[in-house]
């Protein structure tokens, strides 16, 4: 009772303060100022819409962010699911293959490829390094595969490499924010939440984008690789556990009831309803939405990032083990995810980062550990979305920020205990699976050392722009104005790979 009558007082008092010539004087201030910002505020993207409220043209999709919206034109894939190997694993190890590399292993790296460039943690001259992996041909395609990867390597006709990929970004960091924001940089808004943004999600009662993480750490950028930029709050990534409650504070406080909540909901946008009508800023809008989102996932969320109940033939393929927070888990949620309409979701899994500098990160010890997390859940997310008749329209894409040099790690000229290779700007593969992608393709050639794209070289601008496309988007147009000024997720590059669609 105390603590109502303290609110009713703080009420009392804000009534009153509204009737002071101070309140008045500022009031007039504000609204001065903001006739001076609206010019701004309309670059922003407010002006585009067809509803008034409180002078702001506002239209069905401020009101309703997340509603689902057609794309500009035929989309090969509806939703997606991004595999991030956070800390860049090597290609020289997975599917680019060179026996070359083997003849000089343990030689003096030539200086030609040295020069003029910059390495992480390489100085002077290092040796070449050979692949500490066995490869074969796999599949109608003959696809290069390592035995690193044996499951995978079962499913390589359903996927296209691009085997030539560059980047320009060497620390892990801006590295990540480039592959998934198209900036090195602080402050864009990343693949997912444009995605979420131009299509919006076919489930109201799950967000449109949702993240996923594994390997005990978040990656180096921090959550700016989901986060939504300059675009509206509403659309940046929603991070879910896959041990323990999926989102904190999922379930109620006790003696907290469903139709309570719903009441206390109800009275807090009642609020917020009224501060926008007062501010007209479209954030208020947003905090409606999550509000009235979080509710309605109390719902469904449960039932949906739970894996229990999945049957025992779906554990055995993926390798879960649930309860535990793990990349195979996470591959079953992603399916489970985009079964229930959500557009992205996206997987962090963390500790690629494969130096040398023990044996949790060398080549031929860590490394290939962490290639058997991943080998089977990922093998079995294309083999279980392909029976579902879900992958004809899902696009999958692996990789990481950058790759790894042909040559061992010298850390700071000095010889290392362990077997290991620094970051790498210059080459690296990925590969993309589902609707729209040619199965089987290969895309790009790298040179006998791997260490430079001779044929087919492709950006990480190409790569989103070709996702755009996949998504029913032309990058170049697909565009958010902001401070005058319209952005978008490829800069003013990008071209669409062709050579990789169906």
């Not at 585009?48 to 997340?66: H, I, M, T």
């Not at 592959?179 to 997912?192: E, F, N």
Request: hydrophobic share 35%.
């Amino acid at each position: 009772m105390k603590n109502i009558n303290h609110l009713l007082a703080e009420l009392e008092q804000q009534r009153l303060e509204k009737q002071t010539r101070r309140h008045f004087l500022m009031d007039c201030v504000s609204k001065v100022g903001g006739l001076a910002l609206a010019p701004l505020l309309f670059s922003c993207g407010l002006g585009s819409s067809k509803e008034k409220v409180n002078g702001l043209s506002l239209s069905e999709r401020d009101l309703n962010p997340l509603a689902p919206l057609p794309s500009p034109f035929l989309p090969k894939s509806k939703s997606i699911i991004y595999l991030h190997m956070a800390g860049a694993p090597s290609q020289l190890e997975l599917f680019d293959y060179k026996p070359e590399l083997v003849k000089y292993n343990n030689k003096p790296c030539p200086e030609s490829l040295l020069e003029g460039r910059k390495f992480a943690f390489i100085r002077g001259v290092p040796n070449l390094m050979g692949p500490q992996a066995n490869f074969s041909q796999h599949g109608e395609s003959g696809a290069w595969v390592s035995d690193f990867l044996p499951h995978f390597s079962k499913v390589a006709d359903e996927v296209a490499f691009l085997k030539a990929v560059h980047t320009d970004q060497f620390n892990h960091g801006p590295a990540q924010l480039f592959m998934q924001t198209g900036s090195p940089r602080l402050g864009r808004p990343s693949l997912g939440s444009w995605v979420t943004y131009g299509l919006g999600t076919e489930n109201q009662n799950l967000p449109g984008f949702v993240v996923l993480t594994s390997g005990g750490k978040t990656p180096d950028a921090g959550k700016s690789v989901w986060g939504s930029g300059f675009l509206p709050s509403v659309y940046q990534g929603v991070q879910c556990r896959s041990k323990g409650d999926p989102v904190l504070y999922l379930e109620d406080p006790k003696g907290i009831s469903r139709d309570l909540k719903k009441s206390i909901i109800s009275s807090i946008n009642q609020v917020n309803s009224e501060e926008f009508d007062h501010y007209g800023d479209p954030e208020i809008l947003a905090r409606i939405n999550q509000y009235e989102m979080a509710y309605r996932m109390q719902i469904e969320v449960p039932e949906v990032m739970n894996i229990n109940d999945e049957p025992d033939y779906i554990h055995s393929l993926y390798g879960t083990e649930p309860g535990k927070e793990s990349f195979a888990n996470n591959c079953l949620l992603a399916r489970k995810l985009v079964e229930k309409g959500v557009r992205f979701v996206q997987l962090y899994d963390w500790g690629w980062d494969s130096h040398g500098t023990d044996k949790a990160n060398a080549i031929d010890l860590g490394f290939r550990n962490k290639c058997k997390e991943i080998d089977r859940p990922m093998s079995a997310l294309l083999l279980d979305l392909k029976q579902r008749g879900l992958l004809e329209n899902t696009l999958v894409i692996w990789g990481g920020e950058f790759g790894r040099t042909p040559m061992q790690e010298n850390r700071e000229g000095k010889t290392m205990g362990f077997k290991g290779r620094d970051h790498h700007v210059d080459a690296f593969s990925m590969w993309m699976a589902g609707g729209g992608i040619k199965k089987g393709a290969s895309h790009g050639l790298t040179d006998d050392f791997g260490f430079s794209g001779i044929e087919g070289r492709v950006s990480v601008h190409d790569i989103h722009a070709t996702i755009l496309h996949l998504m029913g988007f032309d990058h170049e147009t697909f565009t958010h104005e902001f401070q005058g000024r319209p952005f978008r997720l490829t800069d003013v590059e990008g071209e669409i790979i062709k050579e990789i669609l169906a």
